[in-house]
């Protein structure tokens, strides 16, 4: 999955309790992007990063922050979990530049109970 | 709402056969017209994009079309093989670097031996 792992792989948490996903690449790609994949929604951005300490809110950011301290390392939180919030979650790395190709992590999944 | 509408939402085809996945949008705007292929338990991975200057696209056995004006784009899958069993996504963005992508909700293709 192109240098980029993801963890943990699954996870199952508490309404109410903060948890956090992590995503590291070793490509040192500028680009890092956090999905979420629900049935009949497809792939829905949730924040991406251009950059260390540089975020911005993709379609589906409310409930979620994010932070990026190292090129390589791109981090979800979700400060108090709920339910609506169960999904699989992917992290995705890009260069810059024109025609650009997103490689996906293999994904985490998040129960929230 | 779903900025971009993709169907089906699933597909059984036999072996050989010409599956045709579909989708349509509204924004003008967008200018990057990835599609993505995802087999179970992994991460999506780009199969073909394209841009709209060009009405089609192939890369081996996968072509797009692409219709400007009636804001519509297919994949066409020849001569189709069990192993193309898969999700595919289309995708859209209006980003001339293809960051921020709209995802189709995606079609589960099962091509039968």
């Known amino acids: 999955d192109a240098g980029i792992t993801q963890s943990p792989r699954h996870k199952v948490t508490e309404t109410g309790t903060p948890v956090t996903l992590r995503c590291h690449q070793t490509?040192?790609?500028?680009?890092m992007y956090w999905y979420r994949q629900d049935p009949g929604h497809g792939l829905r951005l949730i924040h991406y990063?251009?950059?260390?300490?540089?975020?911005d809110k993709g379609e589906v950011s409310d409930g979620y922050s994010v932070s990026r301290s190292k090129t390589e390392d791109f981090l979800l939180t979700l400060e108090s979990a709920t339910s609506s919030q169960t999904s699989v979650y992917f992290c995705a790395i890009s260069e810059s530049g024109r025609a650009n190709i997103q490689y996906f992590g293999a994904g985490t999944r998040l129960s929230v109970l | 709402q779903q900025q971009v509408k993709q169907s089906p939402q699933s597909l059984i085809v036999q072996k050989g056969g010409i599956p045709i996945i579909n989708c349509a949008y509204e924004?003008?705007?967008?200018?990057?017209f990835p599609w993505y292929q995802q087999f179970p338990g992994k991460g999506p991975a780009l199969l073909i994009a394209i841009r709209p200057d060009v009405s089609e696209k192939k890369e081996g056995r996968f072509t797009i079309s692409f219709n400007k004006s009636a804001k519509q784009f297919s994949l066409h899958i020849m001569d189709s093989q069990p192993g193309d069993s898969a999700t595919y996504f289309c995708a859209a963005s209006e980003d001339a670097y293809g960051n921020k992508l709209v995802f189709g909700a995606g079609t589960i293709l099962r091509v039968k031996s």
């Open positions: 924004n003008t705007a967008f200018d990057y």
């Open positions: 490509e040192n790609h500028r680009y």
């Open positions: 990063s251009y950059g260390v300490k540089d975020t």
